[in-house]
Nanobody, 118 residues
């Protein structure tokens, strides 16, 4: 089994910064995608950013230039540095790990609340 443990959420003022971390453990295929999704109240879950184990990165347009995703493959850990936070970034942020081994596997963290408010 695979487990994802997130940390780093909280309350921050507009313009502030937060760093999220997500550590994966268990039986993990080395070629994988780790990423962050978020879900605001009344909205669908959306991709924030993801990073393939080889280094390719995707960002949602709404966070480009403000958020930076990175990973440590040796630790199976993914990070999300969030700068210049806006109230509209308020959401529950979920870590995701995806890989293919005969079929696609998707694993999710428990979610961490990020609130941007003055």
């Amino acid at each position: 089994q695979v487990q994802l443990v997130e940390s780093g959420g909280g309350l921050v003022q507009p313009g502030g910064s937060l760093r999220l971390s997500c550590a994966a453990s268990g039986s993990i295929v080395s070629l994988n995608v780790m990423g962050w999704y978020r879900q605001a109240p009344g909205k669908q879950r959306e991709l924030v950013a993801n990073i393939i184990s080889g280094g390719s990165i995707n960002y949602a347009d709404s966070v480009k230039g403000r958020f930076t995703i990175s990973r440590d493959n040796a630790k199976n850990t993914v990070y999300l540095q969030m700068n210049s936070l806006k109230p509209e970034d308020t959401a529950v942020y979920y870590c995701n790990l995806r890989f293919v081994l005969v079929r696609q596997y998707d694993y999710w963290g428990q979610g961490t609340q990020v609130t941007v408010s003055s």
